[in-house]
């Protein structure tokens, strides 16, 4: 049940605080405001209730992260065949998801450049330090220096900017998973288009973002045909894997997921229907997992396989992102926080875990390297134990130490701002 309002009250970095001891207010692991009617589904006068499983299950979904780009390196051949990097789709449809349920608002967002400044304030700080600890430490004392502070490429990088040009020198910059979040913030700034009237247009967008993602493997394929070779392929599997544009699909796809469970969440489930559902919901992801190269290489050979530059593209996207309908039937399944596995995931263990998940993600390629660098590579458990132990307590830390207070000093500033400015 949500507490009286009486007990709620905003904070200074954006979040509500409720004064009966629950934690600061998160749903899904994004800041959830304290602009009073932004809530979806709900009474205007109370703020979204809490959603702690899927605060939780983007710990799992960033150790998916973690495990795809360690198989390599600790010799987990046959994980080579799980598709772990779809897990990327996990976090679009979850971010469309959360964003659309705590923020909208049927005439469009109430403070624009609040909501940005959240949004900057949730994923500029982490990025920021882990490109200057690569420039400064990893290739600077290491004498890896690939890059030229000053090049485009680093500023492209530190603006956010390096998902939007189909180059793989670009994409891959610095830490080279923070394409994922240039796409998110690309997200952002489309949301706030897309969020007007949204329960009204939601079917329209849907069919026009899936359309933009047919649009960017065309033009994919027209360069390949146009102009063969090795780079085209490099640049049209940019377009239809990196670039936001053909990545909206899942944002978009999240956010008609907030509209429904809008419509959904006050029906009442029985707590064993709801953990069967959610068994369900979690063995058809592991199912899709496990089995997806089979399907996979079966749509692989009827398209044609690599003999066309159009199948190979529509395939290699399908690789990437094909599962992302059943990552939201797992969050709306969750979202209900009625089962045995929603129980056990609002624990505030998994609740840590999976605040620190953007740390996770963020940092486990520069430990990697260390690794990489000092340790002889070997298919042990032992090590790899190691290594991910390692990636969680420094994520936590990091995330306890420096990415939530950096948050809220951003976003006190910014109120400080507000303020005067409205007292001018």
Same mark, same amino acid.
């Given at each position: 049940?949500?507490?009286?309002?009486?007990?709620?009250?905003?904070?200074?970095?954006?979040?509500?605080?409720?004064?009966?001891?629950?934690?600061?207010?998160?749903?899904?692991?994004?800041?959830?405001?304290?602009?009073?009617?932004?809530?979806?589904?709900?009474?205007?006068?109370?703020?979204?209730?809490? @959603?702690? !499983? %899927?605060?939780? #299950?983007? *710990?799992?979904?960033?150790?998916?992260?973690?495990?795809?780009? =360690?198989?390599?390196? +600790?010799?987990?051949?046959?994980?080579?065949?799980?598709?772990?990097?779809?897990?990327?789709?996990?976090?679009?449809?979850?971010?469309?998801?959360?964003?659309?349920?705590?923020?909208?608002?049927?005439?469009?967002?109430?403070?624009?450049?609040?909501?940005?400044?959240?949004?900057?304030?949730?994923?500029?700080?982490?990025?920021?330090?882990?490109?200057?600890?690569?420039?400064?430490?990893?290739?600077?004392?290491?004498?890896?220096?690939?890059?030229?502070?000053?090049?485009?490429?680093?500023?492209?990088?530190?603006?956010?900017?390096?998902? @939007?040009? !189909? %180059?793989?020198? #670009?994409? *891959?910059?610095?830490?080279?998973?923070?394409?994922?979040?240039? =796409?998110?913030?690309? +997200?952002?700034?489309?949301?706030?288009?897309?969020?007007?009237?949204?329960?009204?247009?939601?079917?329209?967008?849907?069919?026009?973002?899936?359309?933009?993602?047919?649009?960017?493997?065309?033009?994919?394929?027209?360069?390949?045909?146009?102009?063969?070779?090795?780079?085209?392929?490099?640049?049209?599997?940019?377009?239809?894997?990196?670039?936001?544009?053909?990545?909206?699909?899942?944002?978009?796809?999240?956010?008609?997921?907030?509209?429904?469970?809008?419509?959904?969440?006050?029906?009442?489930?029985?707590?064993?229907?709801?953990?069967?559902?959610?068994?369900?919901?979690?063995?058809?992801?592991?199912?899709?997992?496990?089995?997806?190269?089979?399907?996979?290489?079966?749509?692989?050979?009827?398209?044609?396989?690599?003999?066309?530059?159009?199948?190979?593209?529509?395939?290699?996207?399908?690789?990437?992102?094909?599962?992302?309908?059943?990552?939201?039937?797992?969050?709306?399944?969750?979202?209900?926080?009625?089962?045995?596995?929603?129980?056990?995931?609002?624990?505030?263990?998994?609740?840590?875990?999976?605040?620190?998940?953007?740390?996770?993600?963020?940092?486990?390629?520069?430990?990697?390297?260390?690794?990489?660098?000092?340790?002889?590579?070997?298919?042990?458990?032992?090590?790899?134990?190691?290594?991910?132990?390692?990636?969680?307590?420094?994520?936590?830390?990091?995330?306890?130490?420096?990415?939530?207070?950096?948050?809220?000093?951003?976003?006190?500033?910014?109120?400080?701002?507000?303020?005067?400015?409205?007292?001018?």
């Amino acid at each position: 049940m949500t507490p009286p309002r009486a007990q709620w009250s905003g904070l200074a970095d954006g979040r509500v605080a409720y004064s009966g001891g629950v934690p600061a207010c998160w749903a899904g692991g994004e800041p959830v405001v304290s602009d009073r009617g932004q809530g979806v589904g709900m009474d205007h006068a109370q703020p979204p209730r809490r @959603l702690l !499983p %899927l605060t939780s #299950l983007r *710990f799992f979904a960033a150790m998916l992260i973690v495990i795809h780009h =360690a198989a390599c390196f +600790f010799g987990f051949k046959p994980l080579w065949k799980c598709p772990l990097d779809q897990a990327v789709s996990f976090f679009f449809v979850l971010s469309g998801f959360v964003i659309t349920y705590v923020y909208y608002r049927p005439d469009g967002l109430k403070d624009v450049k609040k909501f940005l400044m959240a949004r900057f304030a949730r994923l500029y700080p982490t990025h920021f330090l882990c490109n200057v600890f690569l420039l400064v430490v990893v290739w600077g004392v290491f004498s890896l220096r690939r890059y030229d502070p000053l090049s485009p490429v680093v500023f492209l990088n530190f603006i956010f900017a390096h998902a @939007l040009f !189909p %180059l793989k020198a #670009l994409n *891959f910059s610095l830490n080279g998973q923070s394409w994922a979040i240039s =796409a998110e913030m690309c +997200f952002y700034l489309a949301f706030i288009v897309l969020v007007v009237n949204f329960h009204k247009r939601w079917p329209v967008t849907l069919a026009l973002s899936a359309a933009l993602t047919g649009v960017m493997i065309w033009l994919g394929w027209r360069y390949c045909v146009m102009s063969p070779g090795p780079l085209s392929r490099e640049i049209a599997w940019s377009l239809g894997y990196i670039n936001p544009a053909a990545r909206l699909l899942e944002f978009v796809f999240g956010m008609s997921l907030a509209l429904a469970w809008r419509r959904l969440q006050g029906v009442k489930l029985n707590f064993w229907l709801a953990t069967i559902a959610e068994l369900c919901a979690v063995i058809a992801v592991v199912t899709a997992f496990v089995y997806f190269y089979d399907v996979f290489w079966v749509l692989k050979k009827a398209l044609g396989g690599q003999e066309s530059y159009l199948h190979g593209l529509l395939t290699r996207w399908f690789r990437h992102s094909g599962i992302f309908p059943l990552f939201g039937l797992a969050i709306l399944v969750f979202a209900f926080q009625a089962g045995a596995l929603s129980k056990l995931l609002s624990h505030k263990v998994f609740l840590t875990l999976g605040e620190a998940s953007y740390s996770i993600f963020m940092y486990h390629v520069i430990i990697r390297f260390f690794f990489e660098k000092h340790i002889t590579p070997t298919n042990g458990m032992a090590l790899f134990y190691a290594y991910a132990l390692l990636v969680v307590a420094i994520s936590v830390f990091m995330t306890k130490k420096f990415e939530e207070p950096m948050r809220a000093r951003i976003m006190r500033w910014h109120a400080k701002r507000a303020a005067a400015r409205a007292a001018a």
